[in-house]
């Protein structure tokens, strides 16, 4: 954590971006198409809630430090590990390990969810992260465990939690593990998909998804994740040996 002051108060920037404060980033799409010197304050104004016009009479470099830290927390789809469980206020929580055979209100609460518009999608992010990592409550060992049915309410209460708290990483990791995994049913055919319920039922999940990251990561639609750190990138470029140096 980082902490800093400004005109006397104090403001801190965390060491891991959660899902509302990534959210919000990647809502305001016109970030990076301002013609100004203003981006780094705001990136740092958004995860720390500092006031803008605060930062804005701060020091350049100082501003430059702490935008490049922010930087430095945003997730990367080609290098975000998937996790499998995690702890989280004293509880711990296991990604669904029967995903391959889920319940039918998993799936349509998952379908529901990807079928809705990119700027809907991610307001519901912190739901998704609620739907596929639940409280464990049974294990045989650090990857073999038993984790909480499904239930509509205790789910919404989790998912406030995590959009709080939960490390954006872990949801990103989560998505990006259902297209590393499709790669292996390329071989499968119709009737053999027929055969065998529970592949269908992986080749669904896997689709929708496809679905969702397909609507996040779109140049079509908010810019993706990835041009996202790309402009940031950009726009930070001539602090980066300040930082180093930091």
Same mark, same amino acid.
């Given at each position: 954590?980082?902490?800093?002051?400004?005109?006397?108060?104090?403001?801190?920037?965390?060491?891991?971006?959660?899902i509302e404060q990534y959210v919000k980033i990647y809502k305001v799409k016109d970030l990076f198409t301002d013609e100004d010197n203003y981006l780094p304050a705001k990136l740092v104004s958004m995860v720390s809630d500092a006031p803008i016009n605060d930062l804005l009479e701060a020091e350049y470099e100082d501003i430059s430090f702490l935008a490049s830290h922010v930087l430095s927390l945003l997730p990367n789809k080609d290098n975000v590990p998937f996790?499998?469980?995690?702890? #989280?206020?004293? /509880?711990? &929580?296991?990604?669904?390990?029967n995903w391959k055979d889920l319940t039918f209100a998993e799936f349509i609460d998952l379908d529901t969810i990807s079928t809705k518009k990119p700027e809907e999608l991610l307001?519901?992010?912190?739901? #998704?992260?609620? /739907?596929? &990592?639940?409280?464990?409550i049974e294990e045989k060992s650090q990857h073999n465990f038993k984790i909480e049915e499904y239930n509509v309410e205790t789910m919404k209460e989790r998912s406030e939690l995590f959009k709080k708290q939960l490390n954006i990483n872990y949801l990103i990791g989560a998505q990006f593990f259902f297209i590393k995994y499709a790669s292996r049913f390329s071989s499968y055919t119709l009737p053999s998909l027929t055969k065998n319920l529970s592949i269908w039922n992986q080749i669904?999940?896997?689709?929708?998804?496809?679905?969702?990251?397909?609507?996040?990561?779109?140049?079509?639609?908010?810019?993706?994740?990835?041009?996202?750190?790309?402009?940031?990138?950009?726009i930070l470029q001539n602090t980066k040996s300040f930082t180093k140096k930091m």
């Open positions: 954590m980082i902490k800093f002051k400004i005109d006397g108060e104090q403001y801190f920037l965390p060491d891991v971006m959660n996790v499998d469980r995690f702890e #989280l206020n004293g /509880i711990h &929580y296991g990604f669904f390990p307001d519901m992010l912190h739901i #998704l992260a609620a /739907i596929m &990592y639940r409280p464990i669904r999940l896997i689709w929708i998804m496809w679905r969702m990251i397909f609507k996040m990561t779109s140049n079509q639609s908010l810019g993706g994740t990835l041009s996202l750190t790309d402009s940031l990138r950009m």
